[in-house]
């Protein structure tokens, strides 16, 4: 199995699982309260803000759904990391592990189709961004583990 010592050729695994948490809290509130959620205004009225259009409401609100699971996995990877809990860390493993599965199925399906957009280009990097995040955690985990 592949390990790594450290995060970034130079930061501590600890500190590295803490910054991953923050970072990932951070691309997934951009990616899906920015990019995803389109929000429908009235400009006549104001106070009228209707949070999904008819046509992406069961997409928008999963999507929604799978960032809130990812975002809760992420807030547990924080304490897990400040911690030193082992347990805590498995949620985003795991849930990493899947969003990684989704984002590759995602763009390979978009390729196939010949979609393509710039969330294509967006989700390439979070994948790979993903799978490297993922390595470091779970040497962590697993540093964890031998302590």
């Known amino acids: 199995m592949i390990y790594s010592d450290n995060c970034c050729c130079c930061i501590g695994l600890k500190c590295g699982s803490v910054l991953i948490a923050i970072i990932e809290v951070l691309i997934r509130g951009l990616d899906r309260f920015f990019v995803d959620r389109k929000l429908v205004v009235d400009f006549n009225e104001w106070n009228n803000y ?4 008819l046509g992406d ?10 960032s809130g699971i ?6 547990f990877l924080f304490f897990g990391a400040l911690l ?12 990493s592990c899947l969003r990684f599965l989704i984002l590759v199925v995602e763009g ?3 390729a196939t189709e010949g979609i393509v957009n710039n969330y294509l280009v967006f ?10 995040f993922w390595l470091v955690v779970f040497s962590y985990y697993d540093r964890l583990k031998n302590e």
């Open 50 to 53: 209707i949070p999904f259009s």
């Open 57 to 66: 409401s069961v997409m928008g609100f999963f999507s929604l759904i799978v």
């Open 84 to 95: 030193g809990l082992r347990c805590c860390l498995l949620p985003y493993l795991s849930i």
């Open 108 to 110: 390979v399906f978009v």
């Open 123 to 132: 989700d390439l990097i979070q994948s790979v961004l993903g799978l490297y």
């Open 70 to 75: 990812y975002v809760i996995s992420c807030i």
